[in-house]
């Protein structure tokens, strides 16, 4: 499979974006920024972000529906895990693996929001912009990619690849 991002590269840019949200929130917060990861596929993006990070900040996760073993999303978001503690009153970043129809993120930032944090942003890994069905741009994002299924750093087909160290397009024709 070829490779969009190297380990190499994902680690560069990971840094730089760590530098970019502990500027942009450097200054006294008063309390540790919130990372909420969404599972499974931004946990691996999440672990080097939170320590690329200089602020101090802790995390939580949510789970929604996601696409099986569909390439194409069905449109439907279902929340399948929640939030273990109160985000009301703090800095939080939603962290995605990959901005994709944009479905995710906005079903999960209209939830986030419901429990008024002092501020939320979104940081992602991956953008297609090309492939958006409702508006949403991300705060922070890694990379811009073209209209191509991808796997690896995190993210999976069908559940497996998310352990590839690098980023890779995984061809169209393959698991069909
Ligand atoms: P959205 O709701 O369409 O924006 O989809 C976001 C979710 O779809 C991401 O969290 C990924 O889990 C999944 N997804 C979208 N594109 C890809 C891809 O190219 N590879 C792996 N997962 C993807
Ligand atoms: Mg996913």
Redo the contacts with the bound molecule.
């Keep these: 499979m070829k490779v969009l991002f190297s380990a190499a590269q994902i680690a560069e840019r990971v840094a730089e974006l760590g530098r970019q949200i502990s500027a942009d929130y450097a200054g006294p917060i008063g309390q540790p920024i919130v990372l909420i990861g ?1 599972l499974k ?2 946990a691996i993006f999440l672990a080097d972000l939170a320590r690329a990070i200089s602020v101090n900040n802790t995390f939580d996760f949510v789970a929604v529906s ?2 099986g073993r569909e390439r194409v ?1 069905s449109g439907a ?1 279902k929340l399948i895990k929640d939030l273990d503690n109160p985000i009301e009153g703090r800095h939080v970043i939603l962290v ?10 906005s079903y999960l930032r209209g939830l986030m929001l419901q429990h008024k944090p002092a501020s939320l942003k979104i940081a992602t890994c991956l953008d ?1 912009p090309s ?1 958006r ?1 409702v508006p949403i741009e991300a705060d922070y994002v890694g990379f811009k990619i073209p209209n ?4 690896g750093y995190g ?3 069908a559940e497996v690849y998310r352990n590839v160290p690098d980023i890779r397009i ?1 061809p169209s024709n393959a698991g069909q």
């Design positions: 969404v596929g931004a996601s696409y999303s978001v995605e693996d990959i901005l994709d129809t944009g479905l995710t993120l297609k492939h069905l191509e299924f991808v796997i993210m999976d087909y995984f």
